[in-house]
Nanobody
Framework: QAQLVESGGGLVQAGGSLRLSCVVSGRTMRNYGMAWFRQAPGKQREFVSAITWSGDLTTYEDSVKGRVTISRDDNKNTVYLQMSNLKPGDTAVYYC?????????????????WGQGTQVTVSS
């Protein structure tokens, strides 16, 4: 069982940038599809972005396209989420998720390993 630990969240003004990191420990993440989800207060957890185990395919939720980039460094067992031009609507707890498969998904229930989350707050 892998452990996922997110970091990089914080308070930022609208228009600012943050880079979230998710370090995977306990096993290599080379065979894992990785994803980022977020959950705002009172709302369901929603998909943000995902990347295949090989890194050759990425996908993004429409509202973050052009503002967010997902990447992975398997040598560091780390997946990143670079976010720019942040908006107050991006305020949420951001979660890293992993699934041991060659596929990536937009549904949170298809991921079987999760981190504890990191808070992102964007002020207007």
């Amino acid at each position: 069982q892998a452990q996922l630990v997110e970091s990089g969240g914080g308070l930022v003004q609208a228009g600012g940038s943050l880079r979230l990191s998710c370090v995977v420990s306990g096993r290599t993440m080379r065979n894992y599809g990785m994803a980022w989800f977020r959950q705002a207060p009172g709302k369901q957890r929603e998909f943000v972005s995902a990347i295949t185990w090989s890194g050759d395919l990425t996908t993004y939720e429409d509202s973050v396209k052009g503002r967010v980039t997902i990447s992975r460094d398997d040598n560091k067992n780390t997946v990143y989420l670079q976010m720019s031009n942040l908006k107050p609507g991006d305020t949420a707890v951001y979660y890293c998720a992993a699934v041991n498969t060659g596929y990536i998904y937009r549904l949170p229930e298809l991921y079987d390993q999760w981190g504890q989350g990191t808070q992102v707050t964007v002020s207007s």
